[in-house]
């Protein structure tokens, strides 16, 4: 007998090599099919929410997709927080889920569709004549339009056999997201701003990432002898081109954002321009004409003087096809200062007024100390912009930030499971506070179980740092901001973890020690920091 969820878990199958979830009544009969797949692996957390973000986070790594599995109701519910992340994010996750019987719901069911359609996730609910081509058309529509989806089973149809499937199996792979070609006149206009310029840019998004068009987007920087910078999302996508000034908005060195306010054109590709990219309307000059291309409708923002509707790679490849050659734009003087303009970061000092670790110095020493080959994920929180700011980064996959599209915290813990995963020969660094971690502890253990090489960064400031920073300063009470201190050193060790506490930078020496010695396993590093020190995207945020 071949059952429903069977169809459910071939299909899935031919596609996907990774499911994470939390076992119950409502997908047992699926897990127990999918498992059956060799190819197929399975990584058990603790948390529903996990469940989906780690899936997320996997994507982020890998660019392939994976899939979420819970229960019905209580587990589908406990899972909306990052299903919501990923709808706003652009994620396509697969999100397996048990639902009411097709004969009736029961007294404990709710209309989960209706929750899903809330938060913009589209459901699949499959039947006994068609699971198969109804998952068919669920993967299609996640990788189609890189938006997650929920596929849910009918309790009592988990285990029943299921009736002929409508259509036969196809025998290629499901295509992804189709390539848009761009209007020439919007390319010739482009072309035309672009030669005009006498201080261009390029600024890169994670869609510039993810279209494959890091190349292409410096072979025109190069061309036109452009300035360069990225949203946190698409950091380093432009290595080591000499142009290059980091991360902009509110994570960026002040020395750089000054230099990309001076350009006077500025291409954005793949990037939304979302409020902390634009630093509340500062990050471009006044008077500077913006060009965006994007896949959207429309611009996403109203700096937009040009808008080019269209797949990223063949827009920037028209463009640098037609583009003609420039000279160097930039005196010897100004070149120095572009080259250093990125370090440009304020080191802090090795204690804050108040005794405790200054993030900022204590984030240039943990860059110093930890491997080159690292994928940092970041949990939510005050302590947010030390990493990108201070940390080297790889590539724009190994900054993994679950969470920001949706404003959330607590999902560092699943984002870290889901990296592991996805890129096993990486060292994982989690960054968490002390509020996200605490929200997220259940997968401390899973983090522990199934990560091969991982230093969990705890920025334990004994607060929630953000809304001390945001309505603390305004006079509202303080009490509900503030956490007892918890002791995340011991809590690892207990879970199996290698552990200290850290209330110097001297303290580090333990870190130093297990990583010297090439150890597998995961350290965690619960740093004492200070509320005093506010971070400069906060002070943007607040301003």
């Known amino acids: ?3 429903v969820s069977a169809h459910v878990a071939l299909e899935l199958a031919s596609e996907v090599s990774d499911v994470f979830g939390v076992m119950g009544n409502g997908n047992a009969w699926f897990l127990d099919a999918v498992l059956s797949h060799p190819g197929v692996a399975y990584t058990a957390v603790r948390h529903e929410a996990s469940a989906v973000a780690a899936a997320d986070a996997y994507f982020r790594s890998s660019n392939r997709v994976a899939v979420a599995t819970a229960t019905y109701g209580p587990g589908f519910t406990n899972a909306l927080t990052p299903l919501a992340e990923a709808v706003q ?27 899903a359609r809330g938060i913009g996730a589209r459901t699949f609910r499959v039947t006994r004549s068609n699971a198969a081509g109804i998952t068919r058309r669920a993967l299609a529509y996640a990788l189609g339009r890189q938006v997650p989806v929920v596929l849910s089973i009918p309790y009592d149809l988990a285990d029943a056999e299921a009736l002929p499937q409508g259509t036969s199996r196809r025998a290629s792979t499901i295509s992804g997201v189709e390539s848009l070609a761009p209007d020439p006149a ?10 005009s310029a006498k201080r261009p840019a390029l600024l890169a998004g994670r869609g510039a ?7 292409t987007m410096r072979e025109l920087a190069e061309k036109i002898d452009a300035v360069t910078a990225t949203t946190a999302l698409a950091i380093n996508l432009f290595g080591d081109y000499e142009r290059d000034l980091g991360v902009a908005g509110g994570f960026g060195a002040p020395a750089a954002s ?30 500077a004409i913006v060009i965006q291309i994007d896949t959207a409708p429309n611009p996403t923002n109203p700096v937009v003087s040009h808008f080019v509707g269209g797949d990223a790679l063949l827009s920037l490849q028209a463009i640098v096809e037609a583009m003609p050659q420039s000279g160097t734009r930039w005196t010897a003087e100004e070149s ?5 303009a990125k370090r440009d ?36 929180g005050h302590f947010i912009g030390w990493a990108p700011s201070y940390f080297d980064i790889p590539a724009p996959n190994r900054l993994i930030m679950v969470g920001t599209a949706f404003q959330t915290i607590g999902l560092g813990m699943a984002s870290a499971v889901g990296a592991g995963r996805a890129l096993p020969d990486s060292t994982i660094i989690l960054c968490t506070g002390d ?22 960064i705890v920025f334990n400031d004994a607060a929630y740092g953000a809304e001390i920073h945001q309505y603390g300063v305004r006079g509202l009470n303080t009490r509900p901001m503030l956490i007892d201190e918890v002791n995340f050193a011991e809590t690892a060790a207990a879970l199996g973890a290698q552990s200290s506490v850290v209330r110097t930078l001297d303290d580090l020496a333990g870190l130093e020690r297990w990583l010297a010695a090439g150890q597998s396993g995961v350290y965690v590093v619960d740093c004492r920091v200070s509320q005093q020190i506010v971070a400069p995207y906060m002070a943007e945020w607040t301003k």
């Open 1 to 3: 007998m071949v059952t």
């Open 89 to 115: 994010a652009h994620v396509p996750v697969i999100f397996v889920v048990g639902d009411a019987p097709s004969n009736g719901a029961r007294a404990w069911d709710i209309d989960q569709s209706v929750l």
């Open 186 to 195: 919007a390319i010739a206009k482009a072309v035309a701003l672009l030669a």
């Open 209 to 215: 990432w993810l279209s494959r068009s890091a190349g």
């Open 258 to 287: 000054h230099l990309l306010s001076q350009a006077d054109v500025v291409l954005v590709v793949g990037a939304s321009l979302n409020q902390f990219t634009m630093r509340f309307g500062d990050t471009f000059g006044r008077n």
């Open 336 to 340: 120095a200062q572009i080259a250093a």
């Open 345 to 380: 970061r304020h080191p802090g000092t090795a204690l804050a007024p108040d005794g405790r670790l200054d993030p900022r110095s204590l984030a240039t020493a943990l860059n110093l100390l930890l491997p080159a080959d690292r994928t940092v994920v970041q949990d939510g």
């Open 435 to 456: 509020g996200g971690g605490l929200m997220g502890l259940a997968d401390l253990e899973t983090v522990i179980r199934t990560v091969r090489r991982g230093v969990v």
